[in-house]
């Protein structure tokens, strides 16, 4: 029988088949989610929301790794297995979990001397916090401070053991560790010690500290430390130049004095001489003015001031929690950190301070929406987008965007707070605000409405946001966060979070956004997420009713500007009723394909349709007639095909009109992080001049929409991910008009004034004069 031939035996299941790619992409959206929704609740034990044992430690673990290896095996099998490699980086990292929850050091356990470049996050347990920290916020967040090196635990051990032949070889490693060092440096300098703590008692505190101006004299100190140290103490020593300036001093990221909202408490004086040093606070909100002078003093000047307190607040939120800096002036004014330790109590000496009673209610501007990362801040609000600059962005604002776009994930470190209208919890940017402790809130309906630079705080915990500086608040959740937080089962929750929340691979279209380059479930799952949209594009509609199909095409039967047959992947049509229901014509009543039907019911506005006949000069036939040859050649049966996959929540539209290609490609979901449009258009019959100036006027439209979209000749592309339901519907019905209305519109552009006159009449048409989509609709 014809219907025999028709479908595919295996109904397009089979792997590169339309219906097995979709399901498959459905299945990384799931997954997806169950992981960034386990990382959300370690997060909140991580907080103290709740208390927690090595139990749930244990099962956070194997539900994160088991979801995240069914991440990389669905797009394996999305792709042919042409991601390989991703199984190796989620067995790396699966590795470091397992290690963590063991106790043990890591991979590089064995080392005994490590270079500043060669450590991370992950090392604290080997090398100290005070190298680990001086390394990664001098390396990867690119803040003031020195190169240097770090003695681990083993090298320790070693040295405080009975084998001599180990120390020996403990010490000549030293020595040649600085020598490499002063080569980096430029030469030999005078060199800074400290011996730290890396166990579970007193973890990152600085037991004693020491100089050095040689390797010989650097190894001898060492040696010293280890000498009065028990021999399985887990001590670690950080080695780094002695920054010398007119002024030193420490930097307690959080204080808490009488009197006074939460702060941060600098000391300061000369390196030299009697001590006539200043003691004074730096409000924790931008634009971080000093709040009081506790002893007179020349110093500091308020942009110096200001400056320190970025740095605090850039160490704590990295280090992830409150720490006391260690910091140095250079002679032009600008500090450089030279020593990172946890803050050990954050009260001053006039002893622990009571927040006081709740003042008189206040009225909120905004409440409602998701608790992305709980806590309170405050600080002036500044609208973001998908192009924002980070270095546009002051630190310690409250940034305002519409969507919780991936890609303001480099701006979250320089945030105060952080609020969306159009986001959850269990999205990518939402990990990050809780990596970076910036109190966010989701989908937070009328966010972009606050005016930027009106000063505000934001109480993540109810989540609403307040008018100017609430301090009742501030000082409240800051003394709700100054418990320590020493216990064994803290420590190792925050350092398996090292190797499951970070996201490193923000761009896709970065040369380094590559298996190999995952270093974490999240960079896992996000790969894998970018790449299966990429496979799901590439289905080719046109195939779609052959080899790689779901069946027979049905055609629509109303009267749309051209001929269009749906292929059903599931639940996209009503269910056909009769013996050849199977193969009749369907009108737009029986699609229940969301984003199709959208599309359909702006395609097929009659309002939308140009009605004056196309007129085409001597020039636009031949330069049509390599588009008309090319067509021609191409495989018999696939010209001028017009197809559409619908799922329910799904549609692929590919569209061969005449002489141009359009491809609408969506997934409309009831969470917005599923939710994406891409759309394609190329060619035309017209001269190359009129094809351009309609692909300008696409692009135009397409910005007005709220695409990221580029062009490149008559080839326009856009994207669009993180939408309600709504708006994507009403894109979506907008696009529908627009291919209907720029179907032979090259021919009527004959300037770039007629390009002009015709976008805006379709912006007038459908409501986007001035409006966003959402308002539109």
């Given at each position: 029988m014809k219907a025999a031939r028709d479908d595919p035996p295996d109904g397009g299941m089979g792997p590169g088949g339309a219906k097995f790619l979709f399901r498959s992409f459905q299945r990384i959206l799931t997954l997806n989610t169950a992981v960034l929704e386990r990382m959300a609740q370690m997060d909140r034990a991580l907080g103290g929301e709740y208390v927690f044992d090595k139990a749930f430690l244990e099962s956070a673990v194997r539900d994160v790794c088991s979801l995240t290896h069914r991440v990389a095996y669905q797009l394996n099998g999305m792709a042919g297995e042409g991601y390989v490699a991703l199984y190796d980086a989620y067995l790396a990292v699966k590795d470091a979990l397992e290690d963590v929850l063991s106790g043990g050091m890591g991979p590089l356990s064995a080392r005994r001397t490590l270079a500043f470049d060669e450590i991370g996050w992950e090392m604290e347990p080997l090398a100290g916090l005070a190298s680990v920290g001086l390394a990664v916020l001098g390396r990867k967040m690119r803040l003031p401070a020195p190169d240097g090196l770090a003695v681990t635990v083993t090298g320790m051990r070693a040295l405080a053991g009975q084998d001599r032949g180990a120390a020996k070889?403990?010490?000549?490693?030293?020595?040649?560790?600085?020598?490499?060092?002063?080569?980096?440096?430029g030469g030999a300098r005078t060199l800074e010690l400290s011996l730290i703590a890396a166990g579970t008692d007193k973890p990152g505190q600085i037991l004693a500290s020491s100089l050095a101006d040689s390797p010989e004299q650097a190894a001898a100190a060492v040696q010293a430390f280890a000498a009065?140290?028990?021999?399985?103490?887990?001590?670690?020593?950080?080695?780094?130049?002695?920054?010398?300036?007119?002024?030193?001093?420490s930097l307690a990221t959080l204080a808490q004095s009488p009197g006074l909202p939460p702060a941060m408490l600098v000391h300061a004086s000369p390196p030299e001489g009697p001590p006539t040093g200043s003691r004074f606070f730096i409000s924790r909100i931008a634009p971080y003015e000093l709040v009081s002078d506790g002893r007179d003093g020349p110093w500091p000047v308020p942009r110096t001031a200001?400056?320190?307190?970025?740095?605090?607040?850039?160490a704590e939120r990295?280090?992830?929690?409150?720490?006391?800096?260690?910091f140095a002036l250079d002679p032009g004014g600008s500090p450089w950190l030279t020593g990172v330790e946890p803050l050990v109590s954050p009260f001053t000496d006039s002893g622990e301070d009571d927040p006081g009673q709740p003042g008189e209610p206040e009225q909120a501007l905004?409440?409602?929406?998701?608790?992305?990362?709980a806590g309170v801040a405050a600080g002036p609000v500044v609208l973001l987008g998908a192009d924002t600059a980070p270095a546009s962005v002051p630190p310690g604002s409250v940034g305002v965007a519409k969507t919780s776009v991936p890609a303001l994930a480099t701006i979250v470190p320089r945030l105060a707070a952080l609020l969306t209208e159009i986001g959850t919890a269990a999205s990518h940017l939402a990990t990050v605000a809780r990596e970076n402790r910036v109190p966010a809130v989701f989908g937070l309906k009328g966010a972009t409405s606050l005016a930027p630079g009106t000063m505000v705080t934001v109480d993540a915990d109810e989540p609403a946001v307040y008018p100017g500086v609430s301090a009742s608040r501030l000082r409240q959740a800051a003394s709700q966060e100054n418990q320590l937080r020493d216990e064994p089962e803290y420590q190792t929750l925050r350092r398996l979070l090292r190797h499951v929340r970070p996201l490193n691979l923000i761009d896709p279209q970065a040369s380094d956004f590559t298996p190999e380059?995952?270093?974490?479930?999240?960079?896992?799952?996000h790969f894998a997420h970018e790449k299966a949209v990429e496979l799901l594009l590439s289905?080719?509609?046109a195939k779609g009713a052959g080899r790689n199909g779901a069946g027979s095409p049905r055609r629509l039967r109303e009267d749309a500007p051209f001929v269009l047959s749906i292929l059903d992947m599931g639940g996209g049509l009503a269910a056909p009723s009769g013996a050849c229901g199977k193969n009749r014509d369907v009108g737009l009543a029986e699609v229940t394909s969301r984003p199709l039907k959208a599309f359909l019911d702006g395609l097929l506005l009659p309002a939308a349709r140009r009605q004056e006949p196309g007129r085409l000069s001597l020039g636009d036939v031949f330069g049509g007639l390599g588009r008309t040859n090319a067509a021609m050649s191409g495989p018999a049966g696939l010209a001028g095909l017009n197809l559409a996959l619908a799922a329910s929540d799904y549609a692929n539209i590919t569209m061969r009109l005449g002489y141009h290609f359009s491809v609408v490609d969506a997934v409309v979901s009831d969470r917005p992080e599923h939710t994406f449009i891409y759309f394609r258009f190329a060619g035309g019959f017209a001269d190359g001049d009129r094809r351009a100036r309609r692909a300008k006027l696409i692009l135009a439209i397409l910005d007005r929409l709220g695409f990221s979209a580029t062009l490149k000749g008559d080839l326009v592309v856009g994207k669009r991910k993180l939408m309600e339901a709504g708006e994507a519907l009403t894109v979506l019905r907008i696009l529908g008009a627009l291919s209907a209305y720029t179907r032979q519109l090259d021919i009527e552009l004959g300037s770039d004034a007629a390009a002009e006159r015709l976008a805006g009449e379709f912006l007038a048409a459908s409501g986007l004069d001035g409006q966003s989509p959402q308002a539109a609709s």
């Open positions: 070889a403990a010490l000549a490693e030293i020595k040649d560790a600085v020598a490499a060092l002063y080569f980096r440096l009065s140290s028990p021999a399985d103490a887990r001590l670690a020593v950080c080695l780094r130049p002695k920054i010398k300036g007119p002024v030193e001093g200001a400056r320190l307190a970025e740095l605090g607040l850039a990295a280090l992830g929690g409150p720490c006391l800096l260690s905004l409440a409602g929406g998701q608790i992305a990362c380059r995952c270093r974490t479930c999240h960079d896992i799952i289905i080719d509609a």
